[in-house]
């Protein structure tokens, strides 16, 4: 299963480079990321309206199949499609038949004979969707929603649009991830993101335990210390111990993480004054962030979720018409035989 940047790109891309799966950010440029967030920026209006709906994905079958637990993800990804009007459906796996020996190949072509047109994955196991990707029938979009430690593409968009939002730019921001940066797919996704958009530095913060072991290829900078991590920071972004992917013991106790590691107003003041402080959610108080700073007025923290809505309502209308103009070109060709 390849997913180095150039096979990313070229599975994630027409032959016009559009967008026709959305699998992570590795391979995809900085037009076309900047496309998914001025997109984006189209649909915010639309939340906004009394009727929130436009026909964009109207006739259209998206199957939401969500392998691991999701309360954010999965209800704006439900949100995105209907408000582009598409008929969706909602695959509960504990009650599925994948709990009765089903595979997941097969699964998947029960639900392709349904004449489903795009399937929203998330699942434990990194790199499911481009498995899935590879083996689907042509004609139907795959987006990912998080994969084991590896890719949360749309979580890492929505973070752009709000530090765009919030700052107008990433030329020149220092942005600091913090805590669990090793079983992270959203820190692997946002430092991708941020870095190919033209942010200027991009640090990772935390104990030696939490972070990768490919630090250094990253193209980030390595802190261990919050002081030094957070200096001069435009943005804080706080992530969630991930408990269920640590394999044995790599923490002392979640009171010296918060010692160390957790956001309290006295470290935030470390930051510039104007900084935001960001978290993809769902957090932990008193472990990795203090309420007074979540609730604070620097958190955008409830503003990632509500651009979580545009941003899928941009990636699934992109992937889908990349879909269709392959397709088209396809039925041509075809046809002048
Ligand atoms: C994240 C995830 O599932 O990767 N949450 C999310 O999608 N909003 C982060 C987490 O679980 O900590």
Redesign the pocket.
Known sequence: MSTSPASDRHIQLNPFGQLRHFLSIDGLDRNLLTEILDTADSFIEVGERSIKKVPLLRGRTVVNLFF??????RSTFELAAKRLSADVLNLDISTSATSKGESLSDTLLNLEAMASDMFVV?HAQSGAPHFIAQSVTPGVAIIN??DGRHA?PT?AMLDMLTIRQHKGRFEGLVVAIVG?ILH???ARSQVRALLTLGAEEVRIVGPNTLLPRDAETLGVKIHNDMRSGLRDADVVIM??L?RERMEGALLPSEREFYRQYGLTTEKLAYARPDAIVMH???INRGVEIESAVADGPQSVILNQVTN?IAVRMAVMSMAMSGQLAERQAAAETQASK
């Open positions: 691991e637990a999701s309360t954010r993800t998330r929603a998080g949360h979580q669990d992270s797919r959203v992530l969630r991930q993809p959610g769902p979580g």
